[in-house]
T-cell receptor, first 112, second 110 residues
Framework: NAGVTQTPKFQVLKTGQSMTLQCAQD?????MYWYRQDPGMGLRLIYY???????DKGEVPNGYNVSRLNKREFSLRLESAAPSQTSVYFC???????????FGPGTRLTVT | AQRVTQPEKLLSVFKGAPVELKCNYS??????LFWYVQYSRQRLQLLLR??SRESIKGFTADLNKGETSFHLKKPFAQEEDSAMYYC????????????FGTGTRLTVIP
C-alpha cells in the first residue's frame, strides 16, 4: 500500500498562475483533508471532505477550491496564485472524521 | 481563538533526561486529543491519541480536563526522539473543528 500520495513534490508558480495539487489514498478512507504548513503557524486546515460527494471549508479556505473526484482522490486548486500561498501543502485521510489521520509527503509550493 | 497552544517552539534535552512537551487546549465539550510526530525527511504520523491510553516509543500523554492540558512525556530521551511534535485537537462536530498546535522541535543532545 502506498498510503497517501501527493503530486507534485515541488512547484514554482508566478503570481496569477493556476495549478492543481493532486492527492490519492488507497486505504479506503472516507474522509480526506488539505492542510497548509507555514513557519510558526503549525498546520491549518484549508478544506476537507467528510465523505465522497461532500466538501467543506476549514480554517483558511480563501483562494482555494477542492474537488473530491471519487473516494480515493481529493484535489486542491489554486485559481490565481498569490505569494501568500507559498507554503507546504499536506493531504491527509482518515477512516472517518475524528479518527487518526494519515498524511502524504507534502508539496512545497513557491509563488513568486 | 487559539485552540491548541504549544508554548515551546524549541526544546533541547540531553540523552537519558526526562522530556515533557507541553500542550494546552481551549475547547468546551469533549475534544479528542492527539500527538503527531514528524521525523526529519519523513511525513507526519500519529504518535498517540488520548482515547487509546497507549504508550508509544516510551511516550505517554494524559488528558487533564481540569487544566485543559495534554502534555507528552518520556522518562528517558533517546537521540532518535529528535523530531517535530504537534499536538492536535478534534472537536465533536465535523472537521472544521480540527486544530493543530504550532509544534515543538525537540532536539536530544548525545
Amino acid at each position: 500500500n502506498a498510503g497517501v500520495t501527493q503530486t507534485p513534490k515541488f512547484q514554482v508558480l508566478k503570481t496569477g498562475q493556476s495549478m492543481t495539487l493532486q492527492c490519492a489514498q488507497d486505504m479506503n478512507h472516507n474522509s480526506m483533508y488539505w492542510y497548509r504548513q507555514d513557519p510558526g503557524m503549525g498546520l491549518r486546515l484549508i478544506y476537507y471532505s467528510a465523505s465522497e460527494g461532500t466538501t467543506d471549508k476549514g480554517e483558511v479556505p480563501n483562494g482555494y477550491n477542492v474537488s473530491r473526484l471519487n473516494k480515493r482522490e481529493f484535489s486542491l486548486r489554486l485559481e490565481s496564485a498569490a505569494p501568500s500561498q507559498t507554503s507546504v501543502y499536506f493531504c491527509a485521510s482518515s477512516v472517518v472524521i475524528r479518527y487518526e489521520q494519515y498524511f502524504g509527503p507534502g508539496t512545497r509550493l513557491t509563488v513568486t | 481563538a487559539q485552540r491548541v497552544t504549544q508554548p515551546e517552539k524549541l526544546l533541547s534535552v540531553f540523552k537519558g533526561a526526562p522530556v515533557e512537551l507541553k500542550c494546552n487546549y481551549s475547547y468546551s465539550g469533549s475534544p479528542e486529543l492527539f500527538w503527531y510526530v514528524q521525523y526529519s525527511r519523513q511525513r507526519l504520523q500519529l504518535l498517540l491519541r488520548h482515547i487509546s491510553r497507549e504508550s508509544i516509543k516510551g511516550f505517554t500523554a494524559d488528558l487533564n480536563k481540569g487544566e485543559t492540558s495534554f502534555h507528552l512525556k518520556k522518562p528517558f530521551a533517546q537521540e532518535e526522539d529528535s523530531a517535530m511534535y504537534y499536538c492536535a485537537l478534534s472537536g465533536q462536530t465535523g472537521a472544521n473543528n480540527l486544530f493543530f498546535g504550532t509544534g515543538t522541535r525537540l532536539t536530544v543532545i548525545p
